[in-house]
């Protein structure tokens, strides 16, 4: 079951809109989605890495290369298909609920009824 069937969790999204233009390593997704969310996803590294898993595990990201730098182990990841296919289809959504209350015409002060207290 991919996350399109139901709303994603923000964090989720983000995780995702940060893969979108080239794969990252684990500190560029946290720095990535902090950028493209106005800093409202704040990701811990053990939130990013089980997210990770389980969207490793959903066929929505794919580890792209593993290298070792300084020392130090960095595991690259990228989106697949059909996590791209999940993250628009989720933009979409939120395209279409924001579309609900934007395009709505507002009501005019005559037309509102008011219940006497």
Same mark, same amino acid.
């Given at each position: 079951?991919?996350?399109?069937?139901? @709303?994603?969790? $923000?964090?989720?999204?983000? %995780?995702?809109? &940060?893969?979108?233009? $080239? @794969?990252?390593?684990?500190?560029?997704?946290?720095?990535? &989605?902090?950028?493209?969310?106005?800093?409202?996803? +704040?990701?811990?590294?053990?939130?990013?890495?089980?997210? *990770?898993?389980?969207?490793?595990?959903?066929?929505?990201?794919?580890? /792209?290369? $593993?290298?070792? %730098?300084?020392?130090?182990?960095?595991?690259?990841?990228?989106?697949?298909?059909?996590?791209?296919?999940? *993250?628009? /289809? $989720?933009?979409?959504?939120? =395209? =279409?609920?924001? +579309?609900?209350?934007?395009?709505?015409? @507002?009501?005019? &002060? /005559?037309?509102?009824?008011?219940? @006497?207290?």
């Amino acid at each position: 079951m991919t996350d399109s069937v139901r @709303p994603m969790r $923000e964090p989720t999204y983000f %995780i995702l809109a &940060a893969l979108q233009d $080239e @794969p990252l390593h684990g500190y560029a997704i946290v720095k990535r &989605a902090q950028e493209l969310s106005g800093g409202r996803v +704040r990701l811990t590294t053990g939130t990013l890495y089980a997210a *990770l898993d389980r969207l490793t595990g959903e066929e929505m990201v794919q580890v /792209a290369g $593993e290298s070792v %730098i300084n020392g130090r182990h960095r595991r690259t990841y990228e989106l697949t298909d059909q996590g791209r296919a999940a *993250l628009h /289809a $989720e933009a979409e959504r939120m =395209a =279409a609920a924001a +579309r609900v209350v934007r395009d709505r015409e @507002p009501r005019s &002060a /005559a037309m509102v009824r008011t219940v @006497p207290a």
